[in-house]
């Protein structure tokens, strides 16, 4: 664990861990947060990460001077095309809206760059909103639809300029393929992790 101030950062390792690298490829980090993931997985060469919660940036600033960090949307990446090795994503794209946010992905990555993705199945919106009062059932009755419109049409719509959705191999399978990606394979656990590559 890091301490910055009054904050502290638990520097644990994550269930499922990005690939290893040579240290000149290129990382991109889309919801960084305060770079944990980054500070982690690759703490030998300088990376990239970009969220839009300011905040968890800054901390993250006082922390790594190894970690490039980025105030922005997955949705308009400020970055040029073929630009990146890797781009991961740890549970950050089920708030985003997805097939928008993977051409974006899919334009900064390098022909042959790869994806690295966790995302969340229905068990964990079902679980956060069991606790909930009303305003959290109707939430959660948006993102029901919000998911099953993805799963069958391959779109998405925001609920008060919010995205959420939880995803299938199939909505997910589509969506990568549709966009350009090849060599997409998932592994279940409480996420579920999902890799392709851009070609």
Not at 5 to 27: D, E
Not at 43 to 52: E, K, L, N, Q
Not at 117 to 141: C, D, E
Not at 161 to 173: I, L, N, V
């Amino acid at each position: 664990m890091k301490s910055c101030g009054s904050h502290a950062i638990q520097l644990t390792p994550p269930i499922y861990c990005p690939p290893p690298l040579p240290v000149s490829s290129k990382v991109l980090d889309i919801g960084c947060g305060a770079g944990q993931t980054l500070a982690l997985a690759y703490p030998d060469r300088v990376s990239f990460g970009i969220d839009i919660d300011f905040d968890a940036l800054s901390l993250g600033r006082t922390f790594t001077d190894r970690v490039c960090f980025v105030c922005g949307k997955a949705e308009a990446l400020p970055w040029p095309n073929d630009h990146f090795d890797l781009v991961i994503a740890r549970v950050s794209l089920v708030y985003t809206n997805i097939n928008t946010s993977l051409r974006e992905i899919h334009r900064v990555l390098k022909q042959g760059g790869d994806l690295w993705v966790t995302l969340h199945p229905f068990p964990f919106p079902w679980r956060q909103v069991k606790s909930s009062n009303y305003k959290g059932w109707i939430f959660f009755a948006y993102i029901v639809l919000n998911s099953a419109l993805f799963h069958l049409a391959g779109k998405q719509f925001p609920f008060l300029g919010r995205y959420e959705s939880f995803q299938t191999e199939g909505s997910m399978s589509r969506a990568l393929t549709r966009t350009g990606f090849r060599n997409i394979s998932f592994k279940r656990g409480r996420h579920f992790l999902v890799t392709a590559r851009s070609e």
